[in-house]
Each structure stands twice: as C-alpha cells, then as structure tokens.
C-alpha cells in the first residue's frame, strides 16, 4: 500500500505521543529508583543479606548480591576491642614457604580466615618495598604504586597511606616518611621497621580518603578481592574483605563498594586496596565455609585474621 503523506505525518505524531509518554514515565520516578537503576545496568548496585556471624559478633560474614543477584560475599572485622586482628606473611623466607610460615604461626591461635594478598612478579616475588615482621624483603620502590601498607604487630591494626600525598606518619620517630619520594626516607622505614617488627608493602590504591585513585581506563571483567579500612559514624574502625565471584571490571567493583559504603552504611572509606586473586586465588573462611578456587600451598602471600 502506498504511504501517503498523512499516513506518514500521523505515525511520526504517534511516535512523538510515545516518547512524550517514555520520558514523563522516567521523570516520575524517584531519583534514587533512576539511580539504582542505572547502576543495575552499568555497574554494581550492591547490597548485603546476613550469612554468618563469630567471634562475639565482631566478625560478620554477608551474601553479597548486585540487584538481585547474588555475586560473592564480604566479611567484616570490627576493630572496636582490638581483639580481631590481622597479619601478613609478604612471602616464603628463609626458603619455608608462606604456608609453612602460616601454620607455624597459627598454632594455638583463634584463626578466622586468610587470604591473598598482594601482587607478585613472574618469580613470586613481592613487588615495590616489602618488609616482613621488620626484616627487609624487597628494598626496591615501585614507583607507579600509590599505596603503602603498614600491618602492626602490637595490635594487630592496618595502616594506609597515599604516597602521592605526603606519606604515612611513623609515631615513634616524629615525622611523616615518603619512600617513595625520598631515598632517606626509605632508607629510615627500613632501620625503623625492626624496632616494631612492622610489616610494609607496596600496593595499589583504588580509594583513599573517600577520594577515587583507579582510573576509569577498560580493564578486562574478572573476579575481585578488595579490602576496605574503613570508619564507621560512631568513629569505629571496620576492615571489609569483598570477594566479588562476578566478572567486573575494576573500576565498577570499586565505585559499586565506594556507593554502597557511602550512601547506604555512611561510612568513611579510609582506603580501598586492590588484592590479587587472579592465579592466586587463595581464601579460606572455615566457620563460614568460604573458600577460593587454590588451596594455601600456592599461596606467594597471605593475609590472616585471628581473635585474640
């Protein structure tokens, strides 16, 4: 049938009445509906259903889900008495591997669970400063990483710095270091570190200071492992470990937990690290039955959290 130019003129009114119709529909919504919305489409929009809790209720697992969906879960370690603590094995020494070293460690310790780490070179190596329980590992700086680390043993607390910032305060000496920037003040983290057996590393940050550090740059989706130091409102500090089993880019992942702590919990996120989990995928929650793809004997590190 021919189209006349009414019949033409007509169907482009009814189009125009739809459309009219679509975006009165989407103005209608509430914002936080639209919000939610986008993020379901274009990244996380995460939330938390109760898994598990122990030790007193300071530690509390959570199914992690993305809408819907379920993608992982998190783990929450409350700093509030200091009796949940972490340590971290940098990698083997003196030629005993890190699991070796952890179950040598974890005799006659309330263990709650461990995981990987940081990154590692082609020869298992720790990459950027490395100390471990203050014995120097790797005293060379990688100078693209932001982030430094230090894992506490009074205390068994976590300390990050940005070291694109001026760099991490180490009470005992007075002032503020900068290894990366400053060769002294390398040199005076490595001499200080055995005083408090400390442990360093390098890594890098994908937030800090509630401020974003990862680029937006496409990284290929896969499986994440993020640990968060955080604050909550009542100034209770809060380590989260997220293991995000759904392929997601990075950049997504960390905005999704950034949104989520921030708006949802109103909580302060100190620093967001990103671990390895990749080859490494070592994870074990016993109580909670969590667990990674490798067992701890591939483990080139490992971060442990036990109850004092």
């Given at each position: 049938?021919?189209?006349?130019s009414?019949?033409?003129?007509l169907?482009?009114?009814?189009m125009?009445i739809l459309?009219?119709?679509?975006?009165?529909s989407?103005?209608t919504?509430?914002f936080?509906?639209l919000?939610?919305?986008l993020k379901?489409?274009?990244g996380?929009?995460l939330?938390?259903?109760?898994?598990?809790?122990d030790?007193?209720?300071?530690?509390?697992a959570f199914?992690?889900?993305?809408?819907?969906?379920s993608i992982?879960?998190?783990v929450?370690f409350s700093?509030?008495t200091?009796?949940?603590?972490?340590?971290?094995?940098?990698?083997?020494?003196?030629g005993?591997?890190?699991?070796d070293?952890y179950?040598?460690w974890?005799?006659?310790?309330n263990?709650?669970?461990?995981?990987?780490?940081?990154?590692?070179?082609?020869?298992?190596?720790?990459?950027?400063?490395t100390?471990?329980?203050?014995?120097?590992?790797?005293?060379?700086v990688d100078?693209k990483?932001?982030?430094?680390?230090?894992f506490?043993?009074?205390?068994g607390?976590?300390?990050?710095?940005?070291?694109?910032g001026?760099?991490?305060?180490?009470?005992?000496?007075?002032?503020?270091?900068?290894p990366?920037n400053?060769?002294?003040?390398?040199?005076d983290m490595?001499?200080w570190a055995?005083?408090?057996?400390?442990?360093?590393?390098?890594?890098?940050l994908l937030?800090?200071d509630?401020?974003?550090?990862?680029?937006?740059?496409?990284?290929?989706?896969r499986?994440?492992?993020?640990?968060?130091?955080?604050?909550?409102?009542?100034?209770e500090?809060?380590h989260?470990?997220?293991?995000i089993?759904?392929s997601?880019?990075l950049?997504?992942?960390?905005?999704?937990?950034?949104?989520?702590l921030?708006?949802?919990?109103?909580?302060?996120v100190v620093?967001m690290?990103?671990?390895d989990?990749g080859?490494?995928?070592?994870?074990?929650?016993?109580?909670?039955?969590?667990r990674?793809k490798?067992?701890i004997g591939?483990?080139?590190n490992l971060?442990?959290y036990y109850?004092?």
């Amino acid at each position: 049938m021919k189209k006349t130019s009414k019949t033409v003129a007509l169907r482009w009114q009814q189009m125009g009445i739809l459309l009219t119709i679509s975006i009165l529909s989407l103005t209608t919504m509430s914002f936080v509906n639209l919000s939610t919305a986008l993020k379901t489409l274009l990244g996380l929009d995460l939330s938390e259903t109760a898994y598990s809790t122990d030790c007193n209720s300071e530690v509390k697992a959570f199914t992690l889900k993305s809408g819907s969906e379920s993608i992982g879960h998190s783990v929450w370690f409350s700093r509030k008495t200091q009796k949940v603590r972490a340590k971290y094995f940098t990698t083997k020494t003196l030629g005993v591997s890190v699991a070796d070293r952890y179950a040598e460690w974890s005799k006659g310790k309330n263990v709650i669970g461990y995981f990987a780490g940081a990154f590692t070179d082609n020869n298992e190596s720790p990459l950027g400063l490395t100390i471990d329980d203050g014995i120097a590992i790797n005293k060379s700086v990688d100078t693209k990483m932001d982030g430094i680390v230090i894992f506490e043993a009074a205390g068994g607390g976590i300390r990050v710095a940005d070291l694109d910032g001026a760099g991490i305060r180490i009470k005992s000496l007075g002032k503020v270091l900068n290894p990366r920037n400053s060769a002294s003040d390398k040199i005076d983290m490595i001499n200080w570190a055995p005083s408090e057996q400390a442990t360093v590393f390098q890594t890098q940050l994908l937030y800090y200071d509630n401020e974003k550090k990862v680029t937006n740059k496409v990284t290929t989706p896969r499986e994440r492992r993020i640990l968060v130091v955080a604050q909550q409102a009542n100034k209770e500090v809060v380590h989260i470990m997220f293991n995000i089993t759904k392929s997601v880019s990075l950049s997504d992942a960390a905005e999704g937990i950034y949104d989520y702590l921030s708006e949802q919990k109103s909580i302060n996120v100190v620093a967001m690290l990103n671990l390895d989990v990749g080859d490494k995928d070592v994870m074990y929650f016993p109580r909670f039955g969590l667990r990674g793809k490798k067992e701890i004997g591939s483990a080139t590190n490992l971060i442990a959290y036990y109850y004092e």
